[in-house]
């Protein structure tokens, strides 16, 4: 079945760091890659929307200039926290819809800001 | 907006029991998911619903359009079913993203 391969499984970095978490889709070609924060005990929020070729689409709270999306290609989109902080610590997640039969997830990465 | 409500939030079981979720939402879809959250936080993606009832292995996923309501049923629960389960429609009846209920979370007792 169709795979998404998300790096890092978690990361520590230090406040003022910048991180880059990526998406790779490995069977098929994602035009499109949704990307999701899940804060303690909370449900999944959609963050932003990757098109690939195009800007991505950031939801309201959500700022482009901190957390930049490239999708560069059919099969690779990145997140990068830039100049982390401890309130960015969260579980990051992607999302892609091949052939929109259903949704595969990445497996997620857990920031850690100290 | 769709809101989504599912119930309950939290749900412990005894190994071999069968277990009923609910989800309701609020606006008109054509499709809603149930995905698994796993301890660990990966997501597996269970079913798409458009109608009907949907069966695989244990886990059997019925909706109702009309009625804005869906169930999760799980027979002869084990402990390794322990999880978050999450009912997720599209919101305004796109198939863009998902929006996620708070999910249902899930303890089978050996």
């Given at each position: 079945g169709a795979v998404v391969s998300q790096h890092p499984s978690w990361v520590i970095c230090k406040s003022g760091t910048s991180v880059k978490i990526e998406c790779r889709s490995l069977d098929f070609q994602a035009t499109t890659m949704f990307w999701y924060r899940q804060f303690p005990k909370q449900s999944l929020m959609l963050m932003a929307t990757s098109n690939e070729g195009s800007k991505a689409t950031y939801e309201q709270g959500v700022e482009k200039d901190k957390f930049l999306i490239n999708h560069a290609s059919l099969t690779l989109s990145t997140l990068t926290v830039t100049s982390a902080h401890p309130e960015d610590s969260s579980f990051y997640i992607c999302s892609a819809s091949p052939q929109r039969s259903g949704y595969t997830f990445g497996s997620g990465t857990r920031l850690t800001v100290v | 907006k769709n809101e989504v409500e599912q119930s309950p939030q939290n749900l412990t079981a005894q190994e071999g029991e069968f277990i009923t979720i609910n989800c309701s939402y609020s606006v008109g879809i054509s499709a809603l998911h149930w995905l698994?959250?796993?301890?660990?936080?990966?997501?597996?993606?269970?079913?798409?619903?458009?109608?009907?009832?949907?069966?695989?292995?244990?886990?059997?996923?019925?909706?109702?359009?009309?009625?804005?309501?869906?169930?999760?049923?799980?027979?002869?629960?084990?402990p390794?079913?322990?999880?978050?389960?999450?009912?997720?429609?599209?919101?305004?009846?796109?198939?863009?993203?998902?929006?996620?209920?708070?999910?249902?979370?899930?303890?089978?007792k050996p």
């Open positions: - | 698994q959250q796993h301890p660990g936080g990966g997501i597996v993606s269970l079913f798409m619903l458009s109608s009907g009832k949907k069966k695989h292995g244990r886990l059997i996923a019925t909706i109702n359009i009309q009625e804005k309501h869906s169930s999760l049923h799980l027979t002869a629960s084990h390794r079913d322990s999880a978050v389960y999450i009912c997720a429609p599209p919101p305004g009846g796109s198939q863009g993203n998902l929006i996620f209920g708070k999910g249902t979370k899930l303890s089978v």
